[in-house]
């Protein structure tokens, strides 16, 4: 991946951990994943009835998708299926629902309790094929971590 700085994950997930533990967990979360130069813009959706509802996000601006239905688009597929999604061209991808003109690739990943998917992290990148298959895991073990929070009422 061309322009992508090594990224201590490790670390990363250390940083997770102590951003949980504070007073505005999810605020902390995105706070830390927007720390990735590779990570353009970083948004946690909550699931509410039939809809996805965009929480807290960090990036150069607001999106206009503050809710999304379950089933549409790349976020709404995620949270139907509960399986993450890696598009490494967001142009390829009929599903996309285009936020920004400089995104390239997007990665939606579900939080879920069991089967039932809370909510998910949804990262956008201006960078072609940005993420990688340590990014998907890295942001399986957030989303692990964050499904208590998400629980609990978020």
């Given at each position: 991946m061309c322009g992508k700085a090594e990224v201590?994950?490790?670390a990363l997930l250390d940083e997770i951990r102590a951003a949980l533990a504070g007073k505005a967990p999810l605020e902390g979360?995105?706070?830390v994943l927007s720390q990735l130069p590779h990570y353009s813009w970083v948004g946690i959706y909550l699931v509410r009835g039939k809809e996805l509802v965009l929480g807290p996000w960090r990036g150069p601006e607001a999106t206009g998708?503050?809710?999304i239905p379950l089933g549409v688009g790349i976020c709404g597929a995620a949270a139907a299926s509960g399986k993450t999604e890696?598009?490494?061209d967001v142009s390829?991808?009929?599903r996309y629902l285009a936020c920004f003109p400089s995104t390239?690739?997007?990665i939606v990943v579900p939080i879920k309790e069991g089967e039932r998917v809370l909510g998910e992290i949804d990262i956008d990148s201006d960078l072609p094929?940005?993420?990688s298959?340590?990014?998907k895991a890295f942001l399986e073990e957030v989303a692990r971590l964050l499904a208590p929070a998400l629980k609990e009422g978020g």
């Open positions: 201590n994950y490790k979360v995105v706070d998708h503050v809710r890696v598009v490494d390829s991808d009929p390239r690739a997007e094929a940005a993420f298959h340590e990014d």
